[in-house]
């Protein structure tokens, strides 16, 4: 797409990759917050290490591709592969070096102030607890490991994505036995090849090396320096705990320090001179050619194999590791640039810190866990489908129960009048209620239709055993489209009743998740609407067929109406402000990086439009340029849960159009993804999502705004009362709920899965 003259320029546009590095120290800020319980800070700083794990599998592997590609082209900052990758060099490693500065200097002090300890050296423990330390490693871990020995007979190993790994410089003693065997044999031979070479290469030199000779060779040979590798086992606990005298202690030691001051065990016969942790990262970023692709299914579960394989994009080593010891790393992982390199100073992978998020006996550590709500709409036991029938539902999570949605279609596979189920599902939870339902209902006879997407990322694998378990059970499965991804949320139910056939829609921001559910904040509607239901038909009949409607009675469907749609809706408010009549844009989504989109945006503020943007992650938007984005004011939430849903609210000159949708404002679910957009038509409904958008625009506790210079920085809070958006809706989704009813209060849905 080319750039236009007065909007296009590159300096008003922020690099991809490099903002979200910047949500991604948001995040880390939430870690660095005094005022966060302990262990809330644990989990902030475990969640940046899994986001950034993900950023380097994809996002930096991308880049490296266009690099070895030769690709040139710029990106809407004005950026090339090469500076991006330098770029993103500088950043992370910043990212990386505060993440441990936090833990080392912050976290760790703390948790020694309650008393919770992760011993960082194998020293520090007392003389019982690495008895019992050793005890475990005997009992529990050495029958799991197997030692690797890197020689001519025996290869590196292929180090699997993501694996922590301990590598060590090992000498061999010569203590006998089959390996002095062996090496007597390789002695021999390697000294029957030299005097070969020796006679044909220096005839002029007719003597033969003396014994003595022999034997310093010799000596130096058994002496040589040898490497090897163990893979910690991710199939155990990685922290270990060990018993403390004083009962209100908690102790863990690492499993890789277990593991390495055992690490002699493993090899008997060999000194080893030192060990040290190290981790890979590799290109996770498959690409499937699918109209060359015979069977999506099978290409799928091939691209999967090569995922753990594929190019090495980042190595993790132990801050201090022996040189030589990373350089024989280098060499076998065939990592070139050192930039690909990281000295980590503490544990290497801090996801682990995830677990501590959960100990006993901590609750004063944690925010109290909040309990999704009913929805006081659907009275408990109520026929979901008369609840439906009285007029359409907000749902609003995770303050609200995600048990409505799963109760559709529970109450859908054994209701004798429904006739059919339809769905898209792109992520589900690992034993997915839902998943469970519809296979009921196959078996019950009913017509159901599930597209699973296979290319969902990192979840392709999940998504191929539901697919597999839904065909078995009689559903009619489709396997994505070809070239698209199905990222749209929504679910149909065809049901014959007295009035005839009646359609029951789900339509929604968020996955059909019930974990993720209680974490993500997320919108969604019930509704049985005759023209949503039409509008859902088509969308079913346009997946599995090759029926496309002409038009639409209430939902945009990208890739083909949405952008038209909101280019138009702002264009009008352009239009408007220009004419002197009521204009503003209110928009909430995860990430904004579409170059027409921002343009357009631009163009608004410059004709006087009021623009008001709630944007967690990406934003390559720049704010307060003048006389471009002057009137564009950007925020960003990171709080106790993640804001995962997307509002778009245009003023109308004071009649405001306000619609909900599964789709950001990037080309990638603008041009080639299936996205569905939904406008909020009913008015108490709309009351009440326009009321969340104006709590979330008054949050000055987790709110971080976007300055002129790119940085984002919290609202300054004195003299202010203090508005946290999320507590704010936790206390309203309470209060909704009727405390006078004993037997309704009973019923309070209360999560399968434990959050965390």
């Not at 691209?303 to 801050?319: A, F, M, P, S, Y």
């Amino acid at each position: 797409m080319e750039k236009t003259t007065e909007y296009g320029k590159p300096e008003y546009f922020e690099n991809r990759e490099l903002s979200w590095i910047k949500f991604n120290r948001r995040v880390l800020n939430e870690a660095r917050d005094k005022t966060i319980p302990l262990l809330e800070r644990l989990k902030f700083i475990s969640i940046t290490s899994s986001n950034l794990d993900e950023f380097f599998m994809v996002r930096v592997a991308s880049l490296k591709d266009m690099l070895h590609a030769g690709v040139k082209k710029a990106d809407i900052a004005g950026m090339d592969a090469l500076k991006q990758l330098e770029r993103v060099n500088e950043d992370t490693r910043e990212l990386v070096n505060l993440q441990y500065s936090t833990y080392n200097r912050s976290l760790l002090p703390l948790m020694n102030q309650e008393n919770i300890y992760i011993i960082d050296a194998y020293e520090k423990l007392t003389e019982e607890q690495a008895a019992f330390a050793d005890d475990y490693f005997e009992n529990e871990v050495y029958p799991v490991l197997t030692p690797m020995a890197v020689d001519a007979s025996r290869p590196f190993p292929l180090i699997r994505n993501k694996s922590l790994n301990i590598a060590a410089v090992i000498e061999y003693k010569g203590t006998g036995g089959l390996l002095d065997h062996k090496a007597q044999e390789d002695e021999t031979d390697a000294e029957l090849l030299e005097e070969e070479s020796g006679e044909d290469e220096n005839m002029q030199d007719c003597g033969k090396p003396d014994k003595k000779d022999k034997k310093e060779k010799k000596k130096k040979k058994g002496t040589k320096p040898e490497f090897a590798t163990v893979q910690v086992p991710s199939g155990m606990a990685r922290l270990v705990p060990v018993p403390s005298k004083n009962p209100d202690e908690k102790v863990f030691i690492l499993l890789e320090q277990v593991i390495e001051k055992n690490i002699d065990k493993l090899f008997l016969n060999y000194k080893v001179l030192c060990a040290y942790p190290y981790r890979i990262m590799r290109n996770a970023d498959f690409s499937i050619d699918e109209d060359e692709a015979p069977d999506l299914l099978k290409e799928i579960q091939k691209q999967l194999k090569k995922r753990q394989w594929g190019e090495v994009i980042r190595l993790e080593v132990e801050d201090g590791i022996d040189k030589k010891l990373l350089e024989f790393l280098k060499d076998e992982l065939h990592v070139e640039n050192k930039q690909d390199i990281f000295y980590i100073n503490g544990p290497i992978d801090f996801t682990f810190l995830m677990k501590m998020y959960g100990l006993d006996g901590c609750d004063h550590l944690r925010y109290e866990p909040h309990k999704p709500q009913l929805v006081p709409e659907i009275l408990p036991g109520e026929n979901i489908f008369e609840a439906i029938q009285k007029g359409d539902i907000l749902l609003h999570h995770p303050y609200q129960s995600f048990g409505p949605v799963m109760e559709l279609i529970r109450q859908a596979a054994s209701d004798e009048q429904v006739l059919a189920i339809k769905m898209t599902l792109y992520r589900v939870s690992g034993n997915s209620p839902i998943i469970a339902s519809l296979a009921q209902a196959a078996e019950n006879g009913k017509q159901v239709t599930v597209l699973v997407e296979l290319k969902a990322r990192f979840d392709e694998e999940n998504n191929i055993v539901w697919a597999k378990k839904l065909e078995q059970a009689g559903c009619h499965v489709i396997y994505g489209i070809v070239g698209l991804k199905t990222h749209s949320k929504i679910a149909l139910v065809v049901r014959r009743e007295d009035e005839g056939i009646r359609r029951y829609v789900h339509l929604g921001t968020g996955n059909y998740n019930d974990s993720t559910a209680k974490l993500y904040t997320d919108c969604g509607v019930l509704t049985c609407s005759e023209a949503v239901g039409e509008d859902a038909t088509a969308v079913f009949n346009m997946l599995s067929g090759y029926s496309e409607p002409l038009s639409w009675n209430s939902l945009a469907i990208a890739p083909i109406w949405l952008r038209k749609k909101f280019l138009k809706l702002v264009h009008r408010e352009t239009k408007n402000a220009r004419e002197g009549k009521q204009a503003y844009i209110r928009a909430k989504m995860n990430s904004l990086c579409d170059q027409e989109m921002i343009e357009a945006l631009y163009e608004a503020s410059s004709a006087g439009v009021k623009i008001q943007l709630l944007i967690r992650g990406i934003c390559c938007l720049r704010a307060g340029i003048k006389g471009v984005s002057e009137n564009i004011h950007v925020h960003s939430i990171v709080g106790n849960f993640l804001e995962h849903s997307r509002i778009f609210d245009f003023c109308n000159d004071g009649q405001p159009e306000v619609f909900m949708g599964s789709a950001d404002w990037m080309p990638r679910n603008l041009d080639r993804r299936v996205e569905i957009v939904f406008p909020v038509l009913d008015q108490e409904l709309k009351k009440k999502v326009l009321h969340i958008l104006d709590v979330e625009f008054e949050d000055n506790v987790k709110a971080h705004v976007l300055q002129p210079d790119g940085t984002y920085e919290k609202i300054d809070k004195r003299g202010k009362m203090l508005v946290n958006s999320q507590e704010i809706f936790c206390r309203e989704a309470e209060h909704l709920v009727p405390k006078q009813d004993k037997a309704y209060k009973d019923r309070v849905f209360v999560p399968a899965e434990p959050v965390g």
